[in-house]
């Protein structure tokens, strides 16, 4: 799970992430959304009723990466907006820390903050807890604004 604050009204397209291996094969995702407006916490990140499908299907396992279908997310300028992508036939390549929440990558219209790692072997799963923190190092989102 990640976090993407707008800092200029934005809306997300699409987004690159790693499948943990597989390169060469056709491996299938969901991403989701957080329903309402904000960041994901220790409340909302095991409560699959809080989220929405955005995006899914299967996507080329790649060195350079994997990227969602073609969807839209509209964030307006200083709100935040919780993802998750999970990888159904595949986990995907993060990397622990010790905290979430600080901002690993932005430009002049996006945030990326780091966030949390779940289990890949069920949809919301709690087994890490909700303190396994990860980097969205992989993660790459593509916008307009």
């Known amino acids: 799970m990640f976090d993407v604050v707008a800092l200029q009204d934005t809306?997300?397209?699409?987004?690159?992430?790693?499948?943990?291996?597989?390169?060469?094969?056709?491996e299938t995702y969901k991403?989701?959304?957080l329903t309402a407006t904000g960041a994901h916490n220790?409340?909302?990140?095991?409560?699959?009723t809080k989220w929405t499908v955005v995006a899914s299907g299967s996507a080329l396992s790649?060195?350079?990466?994997?990227?969602?279908?073609?969807?839209e997310v509209t964030i307006?300028?200083?709100?935040?907006?919780a993802f998750y992508i999970?990888?159904?036939s595949r986990g995907l390549i993060s990397e622990g820390l010790t905290s979430a929440g600080?901002?690993?990558?932005?430009?002049?219209?996006?945030?990326?903050?780091?966030?949390r790692g779940l289990p890949s072997d069920s949809l919301f799963d709690n087994g890490y807890g909700s303190t396994y923190w990860?980097?969205?190092?992989?993660?790459q989102i593509m916008y307009t604004t």
């Open 11 to 26: 809306t997300v397209t699409k987004v690159q992430f790693m499948f943990n291996g597989g390169f060469g094969s056709t």
């Open 62 to 71: 790649a060195t350079s990466g994997a990227q969602t279908a073609t969807f």
């Open 31 to 33: 991403l989701y959304k």
């Open 42 to 48: 220790a409340t909302n990140m095991f409560d699959s």
């Open 134 to 139: 990860c980097n969205p190092n992989m993660i």
């Open 86 to 88: 999970h990888g159904i």
């Open 102 to 115: 600080g901002t690993y990558k932005s430009d002049a219209n996006i945030e990326l903050k780091a966030g």
């Open 76 to 81: 307006n300028a200083g709100s935040t907006q």
